[in-house]
Nanobody, 125 residues
Framework: VQLQASGGGLVQAGDSLRLSCVAS????????VGWFRQAPGKEREFVAA???????YYADSVKGRFTLFRDNTKNMVYLRMNSLKPEDTAVYYC????????????????????WGQGTLVTVSS
């Protein structure tokens, strides 16, 4: 599976963006997915994840502002980001987990097998 993220850009605080992640491979619809981000000088951190059972978790810092959704007919995963803040500035990565468990969404990056190349989101104040 190959993932390609897009949709980043430069926006002002309070604006919205929708990130997209397109996946190759017919089995993608059965994978759990996640979004992570890495700000300059910081470690990669969890943003949102959806399990195989369609349960979605969000980091506390984005809860209520970000929404993860997917369209399996198009092999797409999206991250809708509203009310953006300067602290949301980061490179955002989509990821997919090919494991077959039906557990809760995974927030540890090591649990994911496939990664997109990242898309930069810059939020100005």
């Amino acid at each position: 599976v190959q993932l390609q993220a897009s949709g980043g850009g430069l926006v002002q605080a309070g604006d919205s963006l929708r990130l997209s992640c397109v996946a190759s491979g017919r089995t993608f619809s059965s994978y759990a997915v996640g979004w992570f981000r890495q700000a300059p000088g910081k470690e990669r951190e969890f943003v949102a994840a959806r399990s195989r059972s369609a349960i979605t978790y969000y980091a506390d810092s984005v809860k209520g502002r970000f929404t993860l959704f997917r369209d399996n007919t198009k092999n797409m995963v999206y991250l809708r980001m509203n009310s953006l803040k300067p602290e949301d500035t980061a490179v955002y990565y989509c990821a997919a987990d090919r494991s077959t468990d039906w557990g809760p969404p995974k927030s540890d990056s090591y649990e994911y097998d496939f990664w997109g190349q990242g898309t930069l989101v810059t939020v100005s104040s």
